[in-house]
C-alpha cells in the first residue's frame, strides 16, 4: 500500500500562485511515476503533471508554462508549482502514484482561484 498526503491548496487571486506538495509513504520502493490530476464541479478528472522515476514529465497542454512539476526521491515527495493560476485552473488536485500496476491516490486538496 501506499498513503499519499497532499498539502498546498488554497484560495488565490487570478494571476497568483500555489505550491502543492504531495508525501509518499508505505510501500513506496518501485513507484515508477508519480503525478497530479484535478476534478473541477461537473467535469471528469484530468491529468495535470506527471513525473517518472526518470524525471520524463509530462504536462496537459492547459497548464503548459504555468505549471512545474518536480520530485524528490529522496524524500518521496512530489511538487507543483502552479503560477499564473485562472479561475479555470479551480479544481479539487489529488496527487497519484503509480507502482506495480496500480494507481494510489491522495484525498485531495482544493484550490480555488477568484477572477
Known amino acids: 500500500q501506499v498513503q499519499l498526503v497532499e498539502s498546498g491548496g488554497g484560495l488565490v487571486q487570478a494571476g497568483g500562485s500555489l505550491r502543492l506538495s504531495c508525501a509518499a509513504s508505505?510501500?513506496?520502493?518501485?513507484?515508477?511515476?508519480m503525478g497530479w490530476y484535478r476534478q473541477a464541479p461537473g467535469k471528469q478528472r484530468e491529468m495535470v503533471a506527471t513525473i517518472t522515476n526518470g524525471g520524463r514529465i509530462n504536462y496537459a497542454d492547459s497548464v503548459k508554462g504555468r505549471f512545474t512539476i518536480s520530485r524528490d526521491n529522496a524524500k518521496n515527495t512530489a511538487d507543483l508549482q502552479m503560477n499564473s493560476l485562472q479561475p479555470e485552473d479551480t479544481a479539487v488536485y489529488y496527487c497519484?502514484?503509480?507502482?506495480?500496476?496500480?494507481?494510489?491516490w491522495g484525498q485531495g486538496t482544493q484550490v480555488t482561484v477568484s477572477s
Open positions: 497519484n502514484a503509480l507502482r506495480g500496476g496500480r494507481f494510489y
Open positions: 508505505g510501500s513506496i520502493s518501485s513507484i515508477n511515476a
